[in-house]
């Protein structure tokens, strides 16, 4: 087991979990995965699909193609009167959540060969997911009757339709479950929940920190996408878990939701119908229903939910909140070489660059280094229960690894989000940190700029408790989000990486695991032209 290799007593908060893999070796690590390699027969299946629940299909094909990446509608007397509609809804969920095209780039992952056989296929979403192995199920909950019909629903990607789970007004138990007021506020919620054992499958105890930042990407992806449609967006990382479990229908042995975000159009919210409250969600069931598995798995499960009982808030819990539903605020000139873009090539062309990046072609020149990092760090709308209108990811901090940037010596850097600029130059100490810390099949000899996304642990576990823990690690999923679009968008390679040496990197940086820890690691750079190009787009997204 992984938390063998780690520390013999083993973790019983996510603040000490954390501190456990900020002294993770990465050679140790791989050698008990190795030894405990996972059976594919039982491997889990890679979509939330649910039976036994009635299914209503969204519109067959996308409806608003002139979506631009941080650029919201022009502010007409009709878009301002424009409430949301069903198809935009549906546009959200398929550019988030849903099926965009057939895996089939050629990379360095070992992995890659099996993937063209009719027999092995896989999908491509908008947002990525360690391993591939998507553990996050979406529920939507409507509110207002001019959206859907009050109820909650969960969205299946492989039908792109919703399934519904609930039909009724729960806008009290809504207030209950997240401390605020929701009745005309707001229009409806995205709710993201995770299948442990999705990721638990390949990553044992590992996987609980992968989920929290696969929460993180899914939600930076809905952020955005909402932000291009003109919504205005409230993230509730704050809410009582089992309440919210209930009315979603989840079995806590297996799944649990991570993070709410509340949605209302540009106009504010519409009225919720006059009608009677529904009565406890227990009792409430539309239907049966179950989630589709192959096997349930829980060797690993003991460990995780331990870590995440520790996170979670009880019915009367006090809670730390700084409430706001601020509009989104304009992106900075920084920011102009990539928004304008448009958003759904650039989430088609989103993958992880395995072995394709490379520093031989044209240098990666500063003005474009610091658009992909400024646009991670403060694209859109970031407002929280935890930190208002939150104009950067507060609770994480980047540090810049410089390989070959045009006008920039080589060395480490850190990420000024004042200034928007690279301060700091600490010299070419990079070496180190990239020979030692990362798998080969990165190519790390040939990558340009890594940059190395830090936790604020100390702060966030005495501000905001252990469920603070799970608001760090989505803020890193969400800045990996927009630095893949970003990056997509500019015709750079990237790529995301869990699994490295936590212990080089944070001597490396100097950190004390007690207060700062290593989260995530972004590569990014110029991309090896294709041998072959091929459009599998699915025909969901022609108009």
């Known amino acids: 087991m992984l938390m063998d290799v780690f520390d ?132 939507l909950i409507a509110l207002t009757a001019h959206v859907l019909r009050p109820g909650v629903y969960h969205y299946d990607a492989v039908r792109h339709g919703l399934d519904r789970i609930r039909v009724g007004q729960y806008c009290s138990h809504l207030e209950a479950i997240l401390d605020c007021e929701v009745r005309n506020q707001f229009d409806f919620f995205f709710v993201l929940a995770s299948r442990f054992e999705r990721s638990a499958f390949k990553y044992g105890h590992f996987a609980y920190k992968v989920i929290m930042q696969d929460v993180g990407a899914l939600l930076g992806g809905m952020e955005q996408i909402a932000f291009c449609l003109n919504w205005n967006t409230t993230v509730f990382y704050s809410f009582t878990d089992r309440l919210m479990a209930n009315l979603l229908g989840l079995d806590e042995r297996f799944e649990a939701p991570f993070v709410v975000l509340g949605v209302r159009s540009a106009q504010g919210a519409g009225i919720a119908p006059a009608v009677p409250e529904s009565g406890t969600p227990g009792a409430q069931l539309l239907t049966a229903f179950e989630h589709r598995e192959r096997t349930h798995n829980v060797g690993s499960l003991g460990f995780i939910l331990d870590i995440h009982r520790s996170t979670m808030i009880q019915q009367g819990d006090q809670r730390a909140r700084t409430a706001t539903l601020t509009p989104p605020r304009t992106l900075e ?127 966030v576990v005495d501000t905001f408790g252990q469920r603070g823990i799970r608001a760090m690690n989505a803020e890193a999923g969400i800045f990996a989000q927009r630095a893949y679009l970003a990056c997509a968008a500019s015709s750079l390679g990237c790529g995301a990486v869990l699994g490295f040496d936590a212990s080089v990197v944070a001597a490396a940086l100097k950190l004390d695991w007690r207060t700062e820890v290593p989260l995530l690691a972004i590569l990014m750079g110029p991309r090896k032209p294709r041998a072959v190009a091929f459009d599998f787009q699915l025909p969901l997204l022609r108009s």
């Open 8 to 139: 013999p007593v083993p973790p019983k908060t996510a603040e000490a979990y954390e501190q456990m893999l900020a002294r993770r070796s990465r050679p140790r690590v791989a050698g008990a995965r190795k030894a405990t390699s996972p059976n594919q027969a039982g491997r889990p299946y890679p979509f939330c699909v649910i039976q036994g629940a009635a299914r209503i299909p969204l519109p067959p094909t996308m409806t608003s193609n002139e979506l631009r990446i941080g650029q919201r509608p022009e502010a007409t007397d009709a878009a301002r009167s424009k409430r949301i509609s069903v198809s935009e809804v549906s546009d959200l969920l398929l550019l988030s959540s849903g099926i965009l095209k057939r895996k089939l780039s050629i990379t360095w992952n070992k992995t890659s060969r099996p993937h063209a056989r009719y027999s092995r296929l896989q999908f491509s979403r908008g947002v990525p997911s360690g391993g591939g192995l998507y553990p996050c199920c979406t529920y």
């Open 333 to 459: 000139e920084k920011l102009r070489p990539i928004s304008g873009r448009y958003l759904v090539p650039a989430l088609l062309s989103r993958e992880t660059a395995w072995g394709q990046i490379t520093d031989r072609l044209p240098d990666l020149s500063l003005e474009k280094l610091l658009a992909v990092i400024v646009f991670a760090c403060s694209a859109g709308a970031y407002a929280t229960d935890f930190c208002g209108r939150a104009g950067q990811l507060p609770l994480l901090r980047a540090e810049v690894l410089v390989r070959r940037v045009t006008g920039l010596p080589p060395g480490l850097y850190r990420y000024d989000s004042v200034s928007a600029e690279l301060v700091d130059h600490r010299g070419p100490s990079y070496e180190q940190i990239l020979r030692k810390s990362f798998p080969r099949h990165h190519d790390i000899d040939h990558v340009p700029v890594v940059v190395l996304l830090v936790g604020k642990l100390r702060e």
